[in-house]
Structure formats: C-alpha cells, structure tokens
C-alpha cells in the first residue's frame, strides 16, 4: 500500500438492497458485500412453512441448511467489485428465481450442490454495534480487521492495526472475486435495518436495527434471529439466545458441515444425519463464538437485546428505555414488529480503500436511517 492509494481514497455512501418477507423488509448493503446472501437466504425460506415445521426441528433445519448452501453458492459465485464486473441484482432477487432455486430442496435427503469457490476463512476480530435515539435515527455499525490483528501491521504513531481482507480474493482468474489491483475483496461485513414494507414512494418505517459477528456466519445469523421473532413469536432477547445452526463448505474435504449448537435435540442431529448432512453436534458454549444485538424500535419503547460472545445460554439485555427514560414494562412477541416508529431515509455509508497493489487497510461499514426530527 503506497501514499497514492491512501490520497485516492473515497468514502461511499451507496444504496442499501432488499427484500421483503412477511411483511417486513430486510435491508442489507450491496456488493461487494456478502447482504446478498441473507437476502437470498430469506427469499428461498419464503417458499416453505417454516412456522409448522417447529422452531430448530429437523424438518427446519434441513429446509435452513440447503437454503444456505444455495444462497452462499449464488453469492460466492457472483459477487464482487461492482465497479469491475456486473452482478444482476434484479434477477437475483426476483421471487422467481428464489422460487426456483428452492425446488432444488428435497425433504428426505440433502442434495448435491455446486462448488463453492473460493474458500473464505474466518476471522475474529470483528466488533458490531447499533444504536436507535428517541427520535428514531438509528445505526447499524460493523467494523473489523478480519482475522486476529488483521495484517499485523501498525502504521507509525497510529496506534490501529490494518485490516488482511483481501484475504477473501480468488486467485482463479476469470473468476468475478479475483484478485486484482485497486479493486475490492469479497466482502462479509453486513449491518442490517428492518423496516415496515413500505412502498416505493412512502418513507419506510424502522422497526430494529441488528448484525451479528462472525464471517460466513453473519447472512446466517441475520435471517434466524428473524425467523426465530417473525415465525416463532420470540421477543428480542429470546431470538438472541436460542440455539443456532452454522453451515460451512471445508475447501480441504470438500465437504459441507452442519454445526449445531447445544440446546438443539440429539434426536434432530441423528436425523440430520440420516438426510445425509455432516453433523457436528454439539458445540458448546466455548467453542460458538457468533455474537450478536439488536436494537428495536417500537412506538415510544426501545427494546435491546444482546447475545455475548461466550454463544448461548443466558444473555445479558439492555434496559428498556422509554424517551430515554427506564420502562416499567414492554410487550413481548409480535408485537415488537408492529411498524410504529417514525417514517425515514435509509443511508448506507461505505468506507473502503481503494488499492492498486495491497490490500491492507481499515474497513467498516454503517447502515443508518434518518428519522423525521
């Protein structure tokens, strides 16, 4: 990384994609970000009755994890810097296409999914906020170095280190995330906004502002702690501490895993197993390290709800706050998704470097709705 590459950076602020289920709409930033695959991920699942499947029963679970391994194959292959290749957006997100790529799912046994290339490792050093005001501005923020310390590297009196993302390159030429000077990395950094279905010339209601941390993990987190509020009744905080399944693609067994965290039932692992999924049941507290929080809006009371990074099982949740002011009480359930805030604009801030040679550099990425003052 040379001093040219930093003077000819520039901040972006772009426009948020999305996708509406049951309702509510999901916003997520666009490439060359991973928000694609939680959008696709939401738009397969609305294809089946996951309400009666029951919340983390094998049914659901089979259903999530094959809708996973399609969405991330989609996102895997076609994403990359928009400013050097063309990803079809609209085709993408189009109900049909996600109504098609779902008749793939069969319920007796898990199907044979294309290649997934490139392999993306995990990083760990990432940190995720949100925070909604009384007048209903809200924030959602992502920042991090990707893999421990990033890069290692420190520059002279900075006291930061720069972060190693390119990293999630390909070295596959001809592919669209392959690795090239002054173009951006696949990107798995994602803040989420929820917002009413508002029509394209309303104002979109917001209703919560939420991320989780963890890499491939984040499309993945996002539309369970949804599911687990918007089919299965939780309140916040309870759709923060139940069970989570992790699905990966191990690029040295080129082989897809299933990693069920403890709290699902040993029966569901057996028969997981049964379908033909590699199962890693259970992990443990120590071993989940996807945390998450979520801040929602709701008429005058704000609900915050915050899973720490130890993983499941008791979780400490932020106060309710009235105007500002403790709440003596706050209904559970839907209720916390009943469009109630004030209309908006949503405004996604991106801040990257472009490079012409290295990739190591600061990155984090806000999504944040401006509500009527």
């Known amino acids: ?78 994403l990359g810097d928009p400013d050097h290749v063309t990803i079809p957006l609209e085709t993408l997100l189009d109900k049909s296409y996600s109504h098609q790529r779902a008749q793939r799912i069969r319920m007796d046994r898990c199907v044979v999914m294309e290649e997934v290339e490139p392999g993306l490792m995990t990083g760990s050093d990432t940190v995720y906020f949100c925070v909604i005001d009384s007048q209903g501005n809200a924030c959602s923020f992502v920042n991090s170095t990707y893999m421990g310390f990033g890069s290692g590297l420190v520059p002279k009196d900075c006291g930061f280190s720069l972060q190693n993302r390119g990293a999630s390159f390909s070295l596959h030429r001809g592919h669209v995330n392959c690795v090239a000077g002054g173009k951006r990395p696949f990107h798995t950094i994602i803040p989420a906004l929820l917002t009413d279905s508002a029509t394209t010339s309303e104002k979109p209601v917001l209703l919560a502002a939420l991320g989780v941390m963890g890499a491939l993990m984040q499309p993945q987190g996002h539309v369970q702690v949804l599911l687990n509020m918007l089919a299965f009744g939780m309140n916040p905080q309870q759709a923060l501490d139940a069970p989570r399944v992790y699905v990966q693609y191990d690029h040295t067994t080129e082989q897809w895993s299933v990693n069920l965290e403890e709290g699902v039932s040993q029966e569901v692992a057996e028969e997981l197993r049964r379908r033909g999924h590699k199962v890693n049941w259970p992990i443990t507290v120590l071993s989940s390290p996807h945390c998450s929080c979520v801040c929602f809006w709701v008429s005058d009371v704000l609900f915050r709800g915050f899973r720490p990074v130890s993983g499941p099982g008791p979780a400490a949740s932020g106060p309710l706050l009235y105007r500002g002011q403790p709440a003596a009480s706050v209904s559970h359930g839907r209720n916390h998704l009943h469009p109630a805030g004030p209309p908006g604009q949503l405004h996604l801030v991106l801040w990257w470097t472009r490079r012409r040679g290295s990739t190591d550099a600061v990155s984090c990425c806000g999504i944040y709705h401006s509500g009527e003052m």
């Open 1 to 78: 990384m040379t001093l040219d590459d930093l003077s000819s950076h520039d901040s972006e602020v772009v426009t948020p994609i999305s996708t509406e289920y049951k309702g509510v709409r999901l916003w997520e930033p666009p490439p060359n970000s991973q928000g694609l695959a939680a959008l696709l991920l939401l738009n397969i699942l609305d294809n089946f009755p996951l309400k009666a499947a029951g919340h983390n029963s094998s049914d659901y679970i089979h259903v999530l994890v094959e809708a996973v391994r399609l969405a991330q194959t989609d996102a895997v292959r076609y």
